[in-house]
């Protein structure tokens, strides 16, 4: 199961990110996993939200260009190693990950992981035969 990521490209600037955060504070819409990478003068910020269709509303509204994208939101066990089930499995199938961020929430003591992958239908697949579950929209609300 997919689900969707929202991406901003951001000035690199004081006050940036509180901007778009107040924003969405006042709109009631929730980060459940964000990444934030940075240049000299442009950061990239990732976000999972409770409710993307809200989020990607709200962002356009208030003069951001959001860049829809899907990806896995899957479980990890919290332990040494854990991370490798999930790694493994994709290499072996040739699947690349681009990035990954954690989520803030758990699943029966698991960490939770977003992967953005270059292959994500057949990561999917390859994750469900090794025993590794994805999750869907729960993963908005976890």
């Not at 929202?6 to 990444?35: F, K, Q, W």
């Not at 896995?72 to 854990?82: F, K, S």
Request: charged share 20%; net charge negative.
């Amino acid at each position: 199961m997919v689900i969707k990521q929202l991406s901003v490209s951001l000035d690199n600037t004081p006050g940036a990110l509180a901007t778009i955060s107040e924003s969405l504070g006042r709109e009631g819409v929730n980060v459940r996993a964000i990444s934030v990478a940075d240049t000299s003068d442009r950061s990239t910020v990732r976000f999972v939200f409770d409710d993307p269709e809200k989020a990607k509303n709200m962002l356009i509204a208030n003069g951001y260009t959001p860049k829809e994208t899907e990806v896995l939101a899957v479980e990890i066990p919290d332990h040494p190693g854990g991370m490798l089930g999930v790694l493994k499995p994709l290499k072996a199938a040739g699947i690349n990950v681009h990035y990954l961020y954690p989520h803030l929430g758990r699943v029966s003591n698991n960490a939770i992981v977003i992967l953005g992958v270059d292959q994500t239908e057949k990561a999917q697949e390859i994750l469900a035969a090794n025993w590794v579950k994805t999750l869907g929209r729960e993963a908005y609300n976890v």
